[in-house]
Each structure stands twice: as C-alpha cells, then as structure tokens.
C-alpha cells in the first residue's frame, strides 16, 4: 500500500464515520457529491448546482431534470404547471419483459414526474411563453399519448395567448409499448405546429442531451430557431443501429451538437449557462418586431 | 396456386394438397381411371383450408407476406390503374432520391398526385431503389411535389411501402429528422385531399413522412408500426429472436390498427396475398381509391385541413 493510499483509505474511514454519525446513508452521499461522466472528477452536488449541472474542470453537460431545467430558465415562481394530470394508460396491453403498467410505476419513482413531459406557462427575463419540457428520466423521454397530448395542447395554449412557444426535448423517441398511438402523437405534434406556424406564432426548439427517434422527426427540429445544448447527442437513427447497417466505425463527434451545427442542421449550438439569455434575446427581438412598426407605417411602405 | 411462386413456411402444407391433387390428375389422365369424384373433394378441402388459414394468420405471418419479393409494388400498382403516368424528378437541390417516387397521372379520367416508396423485386432493382428507404433527399422531393399538387389541385394519392427512412452518416448530416418532420407539418397545411395507402411495410417514421392524410388505409396483409419488430425486440427484449413476440405486442395488423382508430379501413387482398392476383388487387386499390375522391369531392380546401387536422388530434389514448 502506498502512503498516498494509506491516506486515501483513512481519509474515507473518517469521511465514512461522519456519515455513520449524521445518519447519513449511502444513497444521500451520491446526492452530496456528483462525479462528471466525462473527466470522471468528483464534484461536491453544491458546487455542481451553482455551475448549473455543468461540470467545472471539462464543461461536460449533465442530463438534467425537467423541474431543474425550469429552475434554470424561469423567472422565480413565474412558471405555471398546465395538464399535469394527465396519465398513461395501457392501451395494447403491452407487456415485454415487464407489463408497461409497472414500467411506468418504475419511471414515476425514479423521476417523480407522472409523464416524460413538464408543460406550463412562465417568464423569461420578463417574457411570457409556454414551454414542453421533457424529462429523460420517466421512460427515457420517450414520446406516446401523453407526452404527444401534452405538446399539442400547449402548442395550442401558445396560440391562443399569442406568446412564444418554446420545446426542450430529451428523449430516446417514440414510446415503443403504444406502438403505432406513438408513432401517431409525431403527427398530432407536427400539425399543431403547422398552426403556430399559420398563425405566425414564434416556435423554439432546444435540443438537449440525447434526443432521437421521433422526437428528432417531429416537433423537435420544428422550431422556426432551433438550438442545441453543448455536447448533447442528437439524431435520426441511433449510432448502434447506423454501424450496423453500414457496417462502419463513425466517428466520435457523430450526432453531437457542434457536428449538427458544422452540416447546418441547428441554428447555434448553445451553453447551458447562456442558455436563458439567448432564449430571451431571440424572444425580445421578435416580439419587438411585431410591435415596432404599427399597421399605420405598413400600410404607407406598401403603398409606396 | 401459382406454381412459380415459391411457398412460404406456413404455406407447404397446401403445397402439399396442391401437389396431391396434380398427381391424381396426372394418374387420372394416364390411366383412364375416372378419379373426378375424388378430385373434387379434395380441391373443396383445400380451399377450405386455405381461408381457414390465411384468415387466422399470427402477425408475423402476415409479415412475411408483407414482405414477399413477389409482393406488387408502387409502380406496379401505378401501371395497373393509372393512365398517363408522367414521373417527376429530383428535389431540385442536387439528388434524385429513386427510394420515392412520384408524378402524375389520371385514374378513370381524375387527374392526381401519385408518390409513393419503391421496393424492388430483383437484387438490381433494390440497389438502385435502397430497398425502399428513402434519404432525406426523398422526402424533399415528395415535400416539393406535395407543394406541386397543392397549387394545381391535384389530390394526393401515396402509397408505403418502406422498411425505414434509411440510417446512415449522410442521410444524418442532412437532416432525416428535420426532412420527415417537417413533411408532417407541411402536409397539415394542405388544401388537397389526401389519401394513403400502406401496400406492405409501413415502418416507422420513414412511413409516416408521406402519410399524414385525410385517409389511411392498409392492405389486409400488410402492416404498421412505430419501429420494426426485429428493432423492438433487439430493445426491449434484447434479442432479435423475440421479433414474433414483439409482432403480436405491436398491435401491428390492418385488424389491430382499425380497431386503435388509427386507420380508416382495409383493401382486402386475394386468398394467399396480393401476390397471388395483381389484377384483383389493384382493381379493389382503385375502387377505394375513386370512393374516396368522391367522397371528399365536395370539400373545401379549409375543410380537408381541418378534417386531417381533427383526425390526427384524437390520437392516443390517456386518463385525465
């Protein structure tokens, strides 16, 4: 053993006897200390949730919580939870390995959310919108009924209040154990974003770490802006099943934010940190478009 | 049965009967011995088995039918029941995606739209089609004549027939994703009919990119879903082997999918599959095909979208 190790083993002997005195278990010291994925850095939780779930040595992005990310982005107890009670049901009797019904039990505990989507209204610096916010954590993000309910009436919502609608995706795609219901919710969202659309009504999109599948193929990369969260993995087709097909190794930017970017898939490629202030500056400038020039002037430049 | 036609699994066995009754046929013929009787029932079985079994199919049967190499294809069915057929080409920024295809054409004097995904039956022929799945650049192409047949009034007719919208390096450095979503959306906004057919496989995005219409229907034996049963079960189940189970989890049949609300009816197919009568099954492709039109002759630009607004916005099934 060396020293370094000695001190190494004594240092957790002592830091094990603390808890054991606090009664702290072992589940609450991962919630004290958080370690990056990516530079394997142990990180105390505190000093990871000032740098917003960013890690400070190598600026890896965490996958973040729905609740979290409206913490990050919302004006303090501006935002205001709507359709939260709608639930999932079984509608094929799916049952795979396990029966969905008890999937979704599992998801619910392990991401105290009832569906894989927060959609509400609230304030950025100052600026109403409504906003999706998905969850990766219920049933990796994954899209059926609900979440497909949830988008469309809040896209609904949007134009109705004529205020910006913003989407923030994560998610694995569709929801597999509703099968064609899912596939199904790709179109639902997409035609609700046609009337945003005819209604003239601003659509952001953010892309966070991972979205796939059918997200990717429906309201996600629908935004009139769409914006990337750094080093997020976003795609069609999932890397597995690309080296498969073509039976070749890709390379190991492929499908991540700045590659998306480079082949002009996104508009900007944005850090977590920036994140609320570039929402804002879009938001503000379309909004003062619309009020800047009254019909009055519209009317003397077309007759001229 | 149509003896070029190679049985599938489940099928033998009534190759089997067939071949029986060929050799007392033959043994008739050859030997003067009167065998009519005989015969006669013996066919009258066989035809009784044969309904029996191909209307009690398991869904992963009707895969294989969903999937025969013999199965007609969309330019098959554009020969077999439109006249004029003029196909357009290229989605005017560098490519021509050949996994669609679209033009147009008149079926009994009404002049449409047709797009649909190409498969082919040679080796040949998938190579230059991509055994039906389209590159983004496919989807363009539809979205330009979607525009097309928008401004000129011409009803759109597409039909699927496509394992995917293909997974590869380009097809992601030039937005898969972004091609057939905004397909869905853009096809919201139209003032035409649209009716769609889904002829074999009706897989996943890659299909619903040309299938956001006014009228969804299946051929009896075909099939529709959110992602293949192979890739279902290679997820869920974590082996490919499971795809059977996963078929019948799916809810992936004509039947299933009528019954969930997400299609509006089904072209019944000749006993053994389309395969066994081109002519029979196009004839009753088009007689939906003209029924539809009719049906929706009358209606308003405003009212066809929103009556394909209203159709995809009760989708799902939830508790509140």
């Known amino acids: 053993m060396s020293l370094r190790d000695w001190f190494e083993k004594r240092r957790n002997k002592q830091m094990n006897a603390d808890l054991v005195e606090s009664k702290i278990s072992g ?39 729905a609740r979290t990310r409206i913490e990050q982005l919302f004006d303090e107890n501006s935002f205001n939870e709507i359709n939260k009670n709608i639930l999932p049901c079984n509608p094929l009797d799916f049952v795979d390995t396990m029966c969905y019904k008890d999937r979704q039990q599992d998801a619910c505990k392990k991401s105290n959310l009832n569906e894989a989507v927060v959609t509400g209204i609230g304030n950025i610096s100052g600026w109403e919108a409504a906003a999706a916010v998905m969850d990766f954590a219920y049933m990796g993000g994954s899209m059926g009924s609900v979440v497909g309910e949830k988008v469309t009436r809040l896209i609904e919502e949007g134009i109705r209040r004529k205020i910006p609608i ?39 999109t953010v892309l966070t770490e991972p979205t796939f599948g059918g997200v990717t193929a429906s309201f996600g990369t629908l935004g009139d802006i769409i914006i990337a969260e750094q080093g997020a993995r ?48 879009i938001i503000r400038i379309h ?8 019909n009055e002037l519209n009317k003397r430049i077309s007759k001229a | 049965m149509n003896s070029l036609l190679t049985p599938l699994e489940f099928e033998k066995s009534i190759y089997q009967i067939e071949d029986k009754i060929e050799e007392l046929k033959n043994l008739s013929a050859d030997s003067g011995i009167n065998l009519d009787d005989q015969i006669k029932i013996l066919t009258e ?26 199965r007609p294809s969309f330019l098959d069915y554009v020969s077999l029941i439109t006249t004029d057929w003029t196909e357009f080409h290229g989605d005017r920024a560098g490519t021509d995606d050949k996994a669609i295809i679209g033009g147009i054409a008149q079926i009994e004097g009404k002049s449409v739209m047709l797009i649909g995904t190409q498969k082919g039956k040679t080796t040949k022929e998938n190579i230059e089609y ?67 057919i889904i002829l074999g496989e009706g897989c996943s995005g890659g299909a619903l990119g040309i299938a956001v219409s006014n ?40 039947e299933d999918l009528l019954k969930l609300g997400v299609i509006d009816g089904i072209i019944k197919e000749p006993l053994g599959g389309a395969h066994y009568d081109w002519d029979l099954i196009a004839s009753e492709l088009k007689n939906t095909v003209i029924e539809t039109l009719n049906e929706m002759s009358n209606m308003s630009g405003e009212h066809l979208k929103k009556d394909r607004y209203d159709k995809f916005r009760r989708m799902g099934v939830f508790v509140e």
């Open chain 1, 27 to 65: 589940d609450d010291l991962s919630k004290l200390w958080g370690k990056c994925f990516n530079c394997n850095t142990s990180i105390p939780q505190k000093e990871l949730n000032q740098s917003m779930l960013v890690c400070p040595k190598c600026d890896y992005h965490f996958r973040i919580s």
């Open chain 1, 166 to 204: 913003i989407a923030i995706t994560s998610s694995g795609g569709a929801r597999m154990q509703e099968s064609c219901l899912s596939l199904m919710q790709m179109a639902k969202t997409s035609c609700a974003v046609a009337r945003a659309n005819e209604e003239k009504i601003l659509y952001i």
């Open chain 1, 234 to 281: 976003i795609g069609f087709a999932g890397r597995r099943v690309i080296e498969q097909t073509i039976r070749q190794k890709l390379p190991p930017d492929f499908q991540t934010a700045e590659y998306l970017l480079k082949y002009g898939q996104v508009d900007m490629v944005s850090h977590r940190k920036e994140l609320k202030e570039t929402l804002e500056k």
């Open chain 1, 287 to 294: 909004s003062q478009a619309k009020t800047f020039i009254p």
């Open chain 2, 45 to 70: 079985q066989a035809t009784e088995y044969k309904k029996q079994l191909y209307s009690h199919l398991s869904p992963s049967q009707k895969l294989l039918i969903a999937r025969h190499p013999k």
């Open chain 2, 130 to 196: 991509n055994f039906g799945m389209p590159q983004p650049e496919g989807y363009r192409k539809a979205l330009r004549l979607f525009y097309h047949a928008d401004r000129f009034n011409l009803p759109i007719i597409t039909m699927i027939d496509t394992p995917g919208a293909y997974p590869g390096i380009k097809a992601e450095q030039t937005g898969q994703g972004i091609a057939i979503a905004v397909n869905l959306r853009e096809m919201a906004k139209l003032e035409v009919p649209i009716i769609s």
């Open chain 2, 215 to 254: 009228r969804v229907y299946m051929l009896e034996h075909s099939y529709y879903t959110v992602i293949s049963p192979e890739g279902c079960a290679s997820i869920l189940w974590r082996s490919a082997d499971m795809a059977s189970t996963a078929a019948d989890a799916m809810k992936i049949t004509a």
